[in-house]
């Protein structure tokens, strides 16, 4: 998920967290204890329910005999978010976080029982549509009530807390959702999901009510916040319609094509910085790197257990073990690049990252090969996260850097977009080369059986991802503005 910035969410401007002086409470005292357990559970779930459905997703397309369609079933989910990103943004400055992020919290509930009941594919997609636009809203407004609630010596710690409750569902996640994927369903990972929401819920809303609600100054929404929400609306249309346009591949879909490319284009020339897609040096392609890196790596990621389960047979239990080791890999990456000791290398190891991704992706589809390991893709894998963690956490440091205080929230907001736009356009674009080579009829069964094999279908959306990836590494050398240019 654009959600969360999850795998970097404790990376801060300044790598030296600042100490608490005795006698203060931190994160777990007295006064924010409640408030500290309830939204780390939120964001724990979140990301529990994101590393848990791609191992499940595999098995619900087969039963739901919708492969054809299995990439909308991810860029749906990052097509919403982005209107939910911007309108919780919006929401939040007028009224307060709590609004948003109750109903952030409902919605994505919500999608995640339509998902689990539905009997055919279109159904489950937009169960995972109303997932994404729950999670935009959830995404911006825990940020908004972190600014709110904590005081600035003990942010570092609760974001930190965010990061480590990513690594653990990052690791026994996919476990997890295998093994009740296989024992009692694919539908139990999502319907089991929203009972868990109840806990936290109940710690943290009254303590947000207490410390966040309420608006920052009482002031009406203005013209530019109706622009951003109206480019916001056409972002996420033009996504949708593209990704249509993309798994369709019938000579009327270039209509919603065409239509989709036209909403987007404007969105996205108004709420990213100018020059972003011409990787204009400084903040332009610190941006731009965000969304070339996550997209490669998210829509790759993505056809990974799908993969693993119908071309060489693998269970999903032992598909989504292939990824475990990732979130411990990303996380430490993400470690490195805080080091102040690393700080004059960061566009080095940026670039060392995204060749790490590159190389990742491009392995992967080696397994497609019967002679090769299956367990050649579990090692790839843990390389490629753990160059993410060091490209992905740096993005959000140097947009920092790059950014006047007055333009930090704008600007974070264009990272946010960056990221889940690339997603979803990337995803509709390895989508349509699956189903374009026959991904479509691959069955879920043991190699050697009857099942249609298409290795050529896998293999066209990694290779090109790969490719992708190395344009990030150019990227990765723009991002300083020339000497004596603003922001330099």
């Known amino acids: 998920m654009a959600v969360l910035e999850p795998r970097d969410a404790g990376v801060t401007d300044d790598p030296e967290v600042p100490s608490v002086h005795e006698g203060e409470e931190g994160v777990l005292g007295r006064s924010y204890r409640a408030l500290s357990i309830g939204i780390v559970s939120v964001v724990l779930l979140i990301a529990f329910e994101a590393t848990a459905v791609g191992t499940a997703m595999p098995v619900a397309a087969r039963e739901l005999d919708g492969v054809a369609l299995y990439a909308f079933a991810f860029s749906g989910y990052f097509t919403t978010s982005l209107f939910g990103m911007v309108l919780a943004g919006q929401w939040a400055d007028r009224r307060g976080p709590l609004g948003a992020l109750s109903g952030g919290i409902a919605a994505f509930a919500a999608g995640l029982l339509l998902s689990g009941t539905a009997g055919a594919m279109w159904l489950f997609i937009l169960g995972r549509a109303v997932q994404g636009f729950g999670g935009g809203l959830v995404i911006v407004a825990l940020y908004v009530v972190v600014g709110r609630a904590y005081p600035e010596r003990l942010r570092p710690a609760i974001m930190a807390a965010f990061a480590a409750g990513w690594v653990v569902p990052s690791i026994v ?61 056409g972002i996420s249309l033009g996504a949708g319609l593209l990704q249509y346009a993309a798994q369709d591949l019938r000579p009327l879909s270039l209509l919603p094509g065409l239509a989709g490319v036209a909403l987007l284009v404007p969105a996205v020339l108004g709420l990213l910085p100018r020059g972003t897609y011409r990787a204009a040096r400084g903040l332009p392609s610190v941006v731009l790197l965000r969304g070339v890196a996550a997209g490669s790596f998210v829509a790759a990621e993505s056809f990974v257990p799908l993969m693993l389960v119908t071309q060489r047979g693998l269970s999903p239990t032992l598909a989504g073990f292939s990824l475990a080791a990732g979130g411990g890999t990303w996380a430490l990456g993400s470690w490195v690049q805080s080091r102040a000791r690393v700080e004059p290398y960061r566009e080095r190891l940026m670039t060392a990252g995204m060749v790490l991704v590159a190389a990742a992706i491009a392995a992967a589809p080696s397994v497609l090969i019967d002679s090769v390991p299956v367990w050649t893709v579990a090692v790839a894998w843990g390389f490629g996260c753990f160059g993410m963690g060091l490209v992905i956490s740096s993005t959000s440091v140097l947009l920092l850097h790059l950014s006047a205080p007055q333009e930090a929230g704008t600007n974070s907001a264009a990272l946010q977009i960056s990221d889940g736009l690339s997603n979803a356009v990337l995803l509709a674009a390895g989508g349509a080369a699956f189903a374009a080579l026959g991904g479509g009829t691959v069955s879920h069964t043991v190699t050697g059986a009857s099942g249609v094999q298409h290795p050529s279908a896998f293999a066209a959306v990694f290779l090109p991802m790969a490719g992708v990836a190395l344009v990030g590494a150019w990227v990765t050398t723009r991002l300083h503005a020339r000497p004596g240019s603003p922001r330099a």
Request: net charge positive; charged share 20%.
């Open 173 to 233: 996640g996919p476990l997890a959702a295998g093994a009740v994927t296989e024992h009692l369903g694919w539908r139990w990972v999502f319907v089991g999901i929203p009972v868990l929401v109840v806990f936290p819920l109940a710690l943290a809303l009254p303590q947000i009510r207490r410390r966040a609600a309420g608006p920052v100054d009482g002031r009406a929404p203005g013209d530019a916040d109706r622009r951003r929400i109206r480019l916001a609306l």
